[in-house]
């Protein structure tokens, strides 16, 4: 499965930008996805940006006051407009933007861009950005993709926001929070399998929030066990996930909230599982590697806040002169580069 977010999709058009052509004068982006891609490329390069509807009806979005304008202080005339999707596969919403801005009689030069296609270029648009193969999902159309229907779904922190410390008591508030958790991702296509470290006896509770939230499912799995400190005790929240997923053949992708529970059942169940928390998908293969990267990531971290909270003048100074000029602001350079650089 190959997965992109939202960060990927910025991280891809800001290293990808030399491949639009100068002189655009307009970003018009194609609703829905296509607005958040056309709003990231409009930002980048403090361009006016439209909805394909709203320009075609001779509309602009508001613009800040750095934004290009003619010499009597109104928006210039677009000559070279960017009109940009997410994503192409077939090329129809392409086709069905042009034939809406031709309608409308929009005189200036055309140029079509997709974020995302299945192949470097493609008849329907100019400029492809990056190439992603099927299998593919993105984090903005994850909740109504086709996998759901195969898919095994975490409850807390997914479907819903996760209880805080106060509710989770296992007692009356829990069953409040159960029965008027806040939703949070909201699938339009039903899932394969729920599978959560929820109790089993608070399954109707959890049922009938379902129901009311109009949120269609196969199977529900729950955990078997008296209570929360038995459930503790066995540290059973990812092992008990990673057992349904192993067990169920067509299930091809697990999502899972926290992290380090995603990181724990695609070890144990050797299938890969998509985190809510970091938004990428963790493969079996690779999770030692993750988290060898991760640990690095958390120790740049801590040194870089380390580096960067003010100290005595004194303590930097006796640091300056124990390690010598060199070697100290060789350290400071280190710590303050990106990881990876």
């Not at 403090?46 to 320009?55: S, V």
């Not at 042009?98 to 030069?109: D, F, N």
């Not at 380090?260 to 990428?280: M, N, W, Y």
Request: hydrophobic share 40%.
């Amino acid at each position: 499965m190959h997965y992109r977010s939202v960060a990927d999709m910025s991280d891809t058009i800001t290293r990808q930008l030399r491949k639009l052509p100068p002189d655009i004068d307009l970003v018009v982006g194609v609703p829905r996805s296509g607005l958040l891609a056309g709003s990231m490329i409009s930002l980048a390069l403090n361009l006016p940006l439209a909805d394909l509807e709203g320009f075609a009806a001779g509309r602009l979005l508001a613009t800040g006051h750095t934004r290009r304008r003619s010499d009597d202080g109104e928006p210039a005339a677009p000559r070279r407009i960017l009109v940009v999707d997410d994503s192409i596969n077939s090329g129809g919403s392409m086709v069905q933007a042009r034939k809406a801005l031709i309608e409308a009689g929009v005189e200036a030069e055309l140029i079509f861009c997709a974020v995302y296609g299945l192949k470097p270029e493609h008849p329907e648009v100019d400029v492809v950005l990056e190439a992603v193969p099927y299998p593919r999902m993105f984090q903005w159309n994850a909740m109504h993709h086709s996998y759901l229907a195969d898919a095994c779904f975490d409850i807390d922190g997914v479907l819903c926001c996760d209880p805080t410390s106060e509710e989770n008591d296992d007692g009356d508030r829990y069953r409040a929070f159960l029965t008027s958790a806040r939703a949070f991702l909201r699938p339009s296509k039903p899932i394969g399998h729920l599978v959560t470290s929820r109790l089993e006896k608070y399954r109707p509770e959890t049922e009938a929030w379902l129901a009311a939230e109009g949120i269609e499912y196969g199977k529900l799995w729950m955990l078997d066990l008296p209570d929360a400190a038995a459930r503790r005790k066995a540290g059973a929240h990812g092992a008990f996930k990673a057992r349904v997923y192993a067990s169920l053949p067509d299930a091809a992708l697990f999502i899972e909230s926290e992290e380090r529970q995603a990181v724990e059942i695609a070890r144990a169940s050797g299938k890969p599982v998509l985190s809510i928390e970091s938004q990428t998908i963790i493969y079996p293969d690779r999770v030692e590697e993750l988290t060898a990267m991760r640990q690095r990531r958390v120790g740049y971290e801590r040194r870089r806040r380390e580096i960067e909270t003010p100290a005595p003048s004194g303590l930097k100074a006796a640091a300056r002169r124990l390690l010598g000029a060199p070697l100290y602001d060789q350290l400071k350079r280190a710590v303050r580069a990106p990881a990876g650089a």
